[in-house]
């Protein structure tokens, strides 16, 4: 069943006149796998899909409260699902090595998105840090506001994506961002996030040292500015563009069409 519905994607992509990306990674990997002409191929980034923006702090300890979780207590973010490149072992492996700093000896993490299979609970268990990883199932987009609101960082060493709304959610709502230093990570973080190999050994000592050098408050400011690019009037002001672009282009073919010269 896949072969059938990859072709008929594919084939309807190639009859497209333009296909919209959502970063310029996409882009690259669909005229990759495509051959389509760069005229033929425009990136228009994402607008969040919520409001994300921060909470005020008691509204966030009351919230996180609710889930469960030890609000007294500083903590490490990560959210996404358990697809193999979320890389979700690879949070909990970098994490354990973080708190062998004992200036990050008492952060916890939580682990927001999907249960926990088979492979992350084992990882968790071999951590020897079960009892600091906490796992939040089901979490609204406010529950999601208030954790990113709270946390010390977001942490999100993703080995591939499309876009990695985390990255922008997190900016948007004023958390600081550790994110990998691949694209589009890259892209949708821009200035505004620390960027580590998800999956190099000092990826750990390059957290603590930006921590300990005070500079996740200016990140975090930064990111508050950066995120406003991932907006819903950005993101329709580019489709706007597009359309007027093919709708150009329309006219021009008819023009042709319609020119006396042209033969009938």
């Not at 597009?242 to 329309?250: A, H, T």
């Amino acid at each position: 069943a896949i072969a059938p519905t990859w072709n008929r994607v594919t084939n309807g992509l190639r009859r497209a006149q333009r296909v919209v990306c959502v970063s310029e990674q996409t882009r690259r990997e669909l005229q990759a796998v495509l051959c389509l002409s760069d005229d033929r191929v425009s990136v228009v980034y994402n607008g969040l899909n919520y409001p994300y923006s921060p909470m005020p702090p008691e509204q966030a300890r009351a919230r996180l409260s609710a889930l469960g979780l030890d609000v007294d207590q500083p903590f490490v973010l990560h959210v996404g699902g358990n697809q193999w490149y979320k890389n979700r072992v690879g949070v909990v492996r970098i994490f354990s090595q973080l708190t062998r700093d004992p200036a990050f000896a008492a952060c916890r993490l939580v682990l927001a998105g999907k249960p926990w299979p088979q492979d992350l609970t084992t990882a968790v268990q071999q951590s020897e840090l079960a009892d600091r990883v906490h796992a939040v199932t089901g979490a609204d987009n406010e529950d999601l506001r208030a954790l990113y609101s709270l946390a010390e960082f977001l942490l999100f060493p993703s080995l591939a994506e499309g876009f990695g709304w985390p990255i922008a959610e997190a900016m948007a709502s004023g958390c600081p961002v550790v994110t990998s230093n691949r694209a589009p990570m890259t892209e949708v973080g821009g200035d505004a996030a620390l960027f580590i190999d998800p999956e190099g050994a000092d990826a750990a000592k390059e957290i603590a040292a930006f921590l300990e050098s005070g500079e996740t408050v200016r990140l975090g400011g930064k990111g508050l500015r950066h995120a406003a690019k991932c907006n819903d009037s950005s993101m329709r002001a580019g489709y706007l563009q597009v359309i007027q672009e093919l709708l150009g282009l329309q006219e021009s073919i008819d023009r042709a069409d319609r020119s006396p010269g042209k033969a009938l």
